[in-house]
């Protein structure tokens, strides 16, 4: 009677653990603005024109090489925009509230091929100075490359 209550029991709490809440990746440990290997090199850009309440980045990955890279990645989620205002302090992230594929996935760059990812910060809340973390979240080319900007 014990083993027909406690398999349920155990694989309940195994699927529990596994769909359970992940914690946010932190900002403290630093990767460096191109990979370890320079394959791959990575381009930002902010647009912030005055006077709108909408700024733009975007993040652009190209391979380096004379040879074909393939960037690896750990789930969906293939890059990342962090927003930092003047005293550091985390004020945007375009993943929060996204949900993202827990599957392997992987891209291949041709050589001299780019890669480009678009996303915009819709309302910023004051005009000030910030700092944009543009994050490649690839296991196998993993980029964090800091712009600082200004929103009038």
Known sequence: MLSRITVPLLAAAV???ACGPRSQPS????????SADSAVVADVRVD????????????????????????????GQTHDFVVLDATGREVWRWSDGR???QLMRSRLLDVRDVVT????????????RYTLVALLRS??????????????
Not at 59 to 75: C, D, M, Q, W, Y
Not at 119 to 128: L, N
Not at 140 to 152: A, C, G, N
């Open 139 to 152: 296991d196998s080319h993993p980029v964090e490359k800091r712009v600082p900007f200004s929103v009038q």
């Open 15 to 17: 699927l529990i653990f």
């Open 48 to 75: 912030a024109p005055a006077g709108t309440r909408t700024v733009r980045f975007a993040l652009s990955i190209a391979n380096g090489t004379g040879k074909r890279v393939e960037l690896t990645f750990p789930s």
């Open 117 to 128: 990812y678009d996303e915009q910060w819709p309302a910023p809340p004051s005009a000030g």
């Open 99 to 101: 949900m993202f594929t």
């Open 27 to 34: 900002l403290v440990a630093a990767r460096p603005a191109v």
